[in-house]
């Protein structure tokens, strides 16, 4: 039986300390119960996969309209974005990004998306050493984006700057969280001046968001926002996710060896990558009256973290899983999150990680790894640096 009052504990989610590895301190979390009181920030925390599941499918006990962050200012900063709004807004906003990140828009890109992995991974191969982060990750998210979103190529140099910013901004109040804030008025700026209908490429996504407002279905201000909502969702995610690919299939060539005897592996090496090193760990949401978290009440007005990337390592859900398996096809993973609000981004996401490992496949024999530099952001898991190199197929042999 769960017990009815909320544990509390006094671990703190932004310490530099637990972001290098959150792990054990998520695992904490979900042994004291399925809703825990963190202390030192005063809000709730949700850990356990199934618990997760539920507050994310519950949006009408569960909401975002209060902002998704953990401070104020950035709650209030990003109140019309879609990701802090509720039904009907929520519904107007989606539907000018689905209508171009759907898997049925997306079939045309997916063949030029194949070109560039395929030519990032021939460059890569082609250096005696390269850092997967800098001269992969980072490559590759910011040159599909920016070309979907139409933006001119000589403008994209501060994008994940600003992105891995707007990150920071969702943690509480602090110097890294201010930096993050600072960061997201420069990308705003930005938006402003050059993603503006001027600049964008005819018939790019970043064109259609202003496409729809001039067809009266979103209003004139929602432009700016979801303009930032693609260049802060679609780029440092994706990054991270790569350099995570990069880093566990050359700490694993075991794993990599099987892969590439089984190339038909490529779904479940992507869906694993993404459960054990979730790029956006947590955001969180406000109760509403009559919300409870697996039987226990949770007051109206309480602000709850949600960790996506706590639930993908719960030993209930995922037997052994802080082990990189590539067979275990763990397809419900939440490193998207569930229900409304799961990632409008998802099906390019996952594109850009199939293509890149397809071209690996096709190309190398071997992945080297060195030490990697882990990077410490309030909602971001990923690195900022990773030694790396690839032996180009056949080149062993020679
Ligand atoms: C590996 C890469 C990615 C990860 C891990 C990721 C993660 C997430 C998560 C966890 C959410 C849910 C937020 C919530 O529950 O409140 C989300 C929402 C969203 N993502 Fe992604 N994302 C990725 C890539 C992308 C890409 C490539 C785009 C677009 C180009 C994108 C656009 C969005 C948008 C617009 C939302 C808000 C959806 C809504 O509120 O309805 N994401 N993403």
């Known amino acids: 039986m769960t017990a009815l009052t909320i544990p509390e504990c006094d671990v703190d989610l932004f310490d530099d300390e637990v972001l290098r590895d959150p792990y054990p301190t998520y695992s904490l979390l979900r042994h004291m119960g399925p809703v825990v ?35 104020d200012e950035f709650n209030q900063v990003r109140a019309s974005s879609i990701i802090a709004s509720d039904e009907p807004r929520h519904d107007m906003l989606r539907s000018v990004l689905g209508e171009r990140l759907g898997p049925r828009a997306l079939k045309g890109v997916d063949n030029l998306i194949r070109e560039r992995a395929s030519e990032l991974v021939a460059e890569a191969a082609r250096r005696d050493s390269f850092d997967a982060v800098k001269d992969f990750g980072e490559v590759f998210p910011v040159q599909v984006v920016g070309e979907l979103i139409g933006l001119p190529v000589d403008k994209r140099s501060h994008l994940l700057r600003w992105a891995n910013g707007a990150f920071n901004a969702f943690g509480p109040p602090g110097e890294r969280t201010s930096a993050g804030l600072a960061d997201i008025a420069e990308q705003f700026e930005y938006i402003r001046t050059v993603a503006t209908r001027e600049h964008l490429a005819p018939g790019s996504m970043g064109a259609a968001v202003y496409e729809a407002a001039d067809r009266g279905l979103i209003p004139e201000e929602s432009c700016l926002p979801l303009l930032s909502a693609y260049l802060t969702a679609g780029m440092d995610t994706t990054v991270n996710a790569l350099a995570a690919m ?10 990599w060896r099987e892969l590439r005897e089984n190339p038909e592996l490529v779904p479940s090496v992507v869906n694993e990558v993404l459960r054990i090193e979730a790029p956006a760990q947590l955001f969180s949401r406000v109760a509403a009256h009559g919300a409870q978290v697996a039987g226990v009440p949770v007051e109206a007005g309480e602000r709850v973290a949600v960790i996506y990337a706590s639930g993908n390592r719960d030993e209930n859900q995922y037997p052994d899983p802080d082990r990189f398996d590539i067979r275990r096809n763990p397809a419900g993973h939440l490193t998207f999150g569930s229900g409304l609000h799961v990632c409008a981004g998802q099906h390019l996401a996952k594109i850009e990680l199939r ?7 096709g190309q ?15 909602v971001l898991r990923g690195l900022t640096s990773l030694p790396a190199a690839f032996t180009a197929r056949g080149s062993e042999q020679s």
């Open 246 to 255: 990069i880093h566990l299939l050359g700490t694993h060539p075991e794993a």
């Open 364 to 378: 190398v024999d071997a992945i080297t790894v060195g030490e990697p530099v882990r990077k410490i952001n309030n």
């Open 355 to 361: 293509a890149v490992l397809e071209a690996l496949i």
């Open 37 to 71: 009181r963190l202390r030192k920030h005063g809000f709730l925390a949700v850990a356990r996969y199934a618990d997760v599941r539920a507050v994310l499918n519950d949006p009408e006990h569960f909401i975002s309209g209060s902002g998704v962050g953990f401070n």
